[in-house]
């Protein structure tokens, strides 16, 4: 297949989708199937499995928004799929214009991350599919506009889906498919202190890193490991130093993945207290490399991370429970060995080959419509 993948964020970007974006197009290029990604950056890409081609930041966003919509649309013309993980009116534009097929990824509502970035709700992922104001639901209207081109919307949580069928999307196109863990080899881990916990994403408002900051403040024999980079760096960074706890909060921003993998391999456990999520990465990543999660319990965060046999789940925005779970994974020798175990075994199932596999499954049926 001749496929053109628009995707939101690339390397040197952090975050799950750029992970995603060069491991399923090496994926596809590996079984012999072409390759073109379209995305935005700040820098030149530094993974290339296939072509990829980057419109600059720099633009205002509606230029570069539409030389987005404007170059899939003309590499989609030559193509036999639209792949999208985000861009999702760029796509919806490219593919009727050039009677492309289009299969898009959900790895959030859209429509709720723009309203929270603009300042127009700053509630629950549940609560904003309630009615709202007049700015909200038009971005709502284009949200779900945009996915009815889709002939098929892959979703990595059984959460992410139940939501997104009552946006009046056609629910038959809706297929969960979780996303896989690394196939990492055997890398030696990076070992850390004794009491290193580590986050690996992107700064961002989203990760409410704020409350880890506090926690680990709380629990004298704690440190963290930051790993990544984000728009909030600056200010997170201040904001543990004012938690009390800088000197054992520690930003090594942006690494290779597999540096980064190693890292989280040598510590006590992965952290995160997000205030939204769907199916992170990072959590995934952690369990697949042997490591416990404590994490709040979000969105699709239970359907990997389960309570007492891989990880502890914790309250949303709770500091002192975020606390408690570290000082419990810390004190109790035989709980971390145990959510240790509990580990790789709960994502044995989530391999690379079968779920990208049945991932190309599902855009060759889109091409055959």
């Known amino acids: 297949m001749r496929i053109v993948f628009l995707t939101g964020i690339w390397p040197p970007d952090v975050g ?8 399923f197009a090496r994926f596809l290029v590996e079984r012999g199937h072409e390759v073109t990604v ?14 990829v081609v980057v419109v600059s930041r ?35 534009l490219a593919s009727p214009v050039s009677r492309t097929p289009l299969v898009a990824k959900l790895v959030s509502d859209p429509a709720y991350e723009r309203a929270r970035r603009y300042g127009l709700f700053d509630g629950t992922l549940e609560q904003f599919q309630q009615p709202a104001s007049t700015r909200v639901e038009a971005l709502k209207r284009l949200r779900t ?27 038959t196109r809706l297929t969960v498919l979780p996303n896989p863990a690394p196939a990492v080899p055997e890398l030696p881990p990076s070992l850390q202190p004794s009491g290193t916990f580590t986050f690996v994403g992107r700064l961002t408002r989203q990760k409410a890193l704020d409350v ?22 600056d200010r997170l960074e201040a904001a543990a130093r004012d938690a009390g706890a800088g000197d054992r909060v520690e930003f090594r921003g942006a690494l290779p993945r597999l540096d980064a993998l190693a890292v989280v391999a040598g510590s006590t456990a992965a952290l995160l207290t997000s205030e939204w999520e769907n199916f992170p990465h990072s959590a995934v990543e952690a369990l697949a490399v042997g490591v ?20 502890l789940l914790i309250p949303v925005g709770d500091v002192d429970a975020v606390a408690a779970a570290m000082t419990r994974v810390l004190s109790d020798d035989g709980l971390r060995a145990h959510l240790s175990r509990g580990a790789r075994p709960s ?3 989530l391999s690379v080959e079968e779920t990208y596999g049945r991932l190309t ?9």
Request: with cysteine; hydrophobic share 45%.
């Open 16 to 23: 799950g989708p750029a992970t995603h974006g060069p491991e």
């Open 38 to 51: 379209v995305t935005m950056g700040d820098r030149e890409p530094d993974v290339r499995p296939c072509e």
């Open 58 to 92: 720099a633009q205002r966003f509606p230029v570069r928004y539409g030389r987005v919509a404007a170059i899939a649309t003309r590499r989609a013309r030559r193509a036999d799929i639209l792949y999208a993980t985000a861009t999702y009116a760029a796509a919806s």
């Open 145 to 171: 506009h945009a996915l009815r081109r889709a002939s098929a919307l892959v979703v990595p949580s059984a959460y992410l889906a139940e939501i997104a069928g009552g946006w009046g999307l056609d629910r």
């Open 212 to 233: 880890a900051f506090a926690a680990v403040a709380q629990v004298p024999n704690a440190r963290l490991v930051v790993i990544g980079d984000g728009p909030d760096r």
């Open 292 to 311: 416990p999660v404590v994490s709040t319990a979000v969105g699709g965060v239970p359907e990997i991370v389960r309570d007492g046999e891989n990880g």
């Open 347 to 349: 994502v044995a199932g």
């Open 361 to 369: 499954e599902i855009l060759a049926e889109a091409r055959r419509g």
